[in-house]
């Protein structure tokens, strides 16, 4: 089996993020040919388009990983009824790229309530020809809960559905090389 590289982001900067613990869970349940990479958004400065012929060297980093990924995972709270400013700054700075476009994306979203921003979500990451994989994102019921990366994984529902959906994920993607190649 080919090994398939992924990019994960989360939409959070709090230290006991539920979102970035979903990730961190996520990358012990991977497969041994999967290797998930968790990216880091909270050093990108404020997008400024004026800025984009700039070297910004966490900016190049993210770019990277990304064109490297054969997809990319993102949980990201709700704020406002909206996606949390520092992942969709994050995206802003990779619309004009050519690192973005048609990547599968897999949504984890840690909040059954959080519905505006999913929404939201999903219309960003269409208009910058994201490839969505609806079947492999996934809620889990982590607002409240207090779980932690450890605590995710010692919840076998939650583990579960989360290792589901990355199966999903990583078979989609392999399809859509087979196609494509
Ligand atoms: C300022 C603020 C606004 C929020 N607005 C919403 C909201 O509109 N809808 C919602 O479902 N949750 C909202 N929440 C709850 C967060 O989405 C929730 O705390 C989430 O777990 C934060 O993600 P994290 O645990 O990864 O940091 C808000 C939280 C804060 C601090």
Known sequence: MELLNLLALSGSLRKASYNSAAINALQELSPRHVEITIGDISHLPIFNPDREGENIPELTT???LLSEANGLIIATPEYAHGISGPLKNALDWLVSGAEFPYKPIMLINTSPRASHAQVALREVLSTMSGNVIENSCVTIPLLGSELDR???LAETKIAT??????????KEIELLETVTL
């Open 62 to 64: 993210l770019k990277y």
């Open 150 to 152: 450890n605590g995710i």
């Open 161 to 170: 559905t989360l290792a589901e959906g990355l199966g999903i994920f990583c």
